[in-house]
């Protein structure tokens, strides 16, 4: 995932995946056997009581030495997906409008590959959600090009379970930011995530099964729709 001399722009959300992830890419830097460069980047989405200035302090403070200083972006994307406007889903809208935003800075900055904290929990209930709401059967990859290639999307934590990674942010005493944003626990992912969850609490095996099933397409028996 990670080369010699690479650029990564590093989505921060203030999430635990996310500050999980950019606490290993940064310890990864003094000791892997490449070099590269890091440039963390928080979309502000632009809700009330934002929690932009700790996050930047925090980031700047701890991790001073790891990277070149935090890209903040201020924004209206959270407040234009839950007003009168949007006729869609706001999360939809919103994650559609700091990804775009988040492709811009990578070209912006000179980076290839773009890091975001996704988990091998997200990577199910997202199969789940396009099956759900799109009417597709696909996820997201841990390493993924874009734009022919000049972009890479990046996901090193796409094997690890969320429980594991709340773990190891409490060992690391790593701050947990409060989500300002009125959708928050009240969103389609959350509905299949506490779906899930309810299954995995009857079978220990299923999150297994439909993590490995992504990988294991039986490409014969699916229907062909026009």
């Known amino acids: 995932m990670i080369e010699n001399n690479d650029r990564i722009l590093v989505g921060v959300s203030g999430g635990k995946d996310s500050l999980a992830l950019f606490h290993l890419l940064a310890s990864l830097k003094k000791h892997a056997p490449v070099a590269f460069e890091l440039i963390p980047a928080y979309i502000d989405p632009g809700f009330h009581n934002s929690f932009v200035k700790k996050l930047d302090s925090y980031i700047n403070e701890r991790y001073k030495k790891s990277h070149q200083g935090m890209v903040v972006e201020k924004t209206d994307y959270g407040r234009r997906a839950h007003s009168d406007e949007n006729t869609e889903n706001p999360c939809f809208l919103c994650s559609r409008l700091r990804r775009k ?40 990859k841990p390493n993924q090009s874009f734009f022919g290639g000049s972009l890479k999307i990046i996901r090193p934590l796409s094997y690890v379970e969320k429980h594991k990674i709340n773990s190891f942010a409490k060992v690391c005493d790593l701050p947990e930011f409060v989500n300002t944003c009125p959708s928050a626990g009240h969103t389609k992912r959350q509905d299949v995530a506490d779906m899930l969850d309810m299954m995995y609490r009857q079978n220990k095996h299923i999150k297994g099964n439909i993590f490995r099933a992504m990988g294991n397409i039986a490409a014969d028996y699916l229907l062909k729709i026009s």
């Open 101 to 140: 935003r988040l492709f811009e800075l990578a070209r912006e900055h000179g980076c290839k590959k773009l890091a975001i904290g996704h988990n091998k929990d997200d990577l199910i209930e997202t199969l789940f959600i396009n099956i759900f709401y799109a009417g597709k059967i696909g996820t997201m």
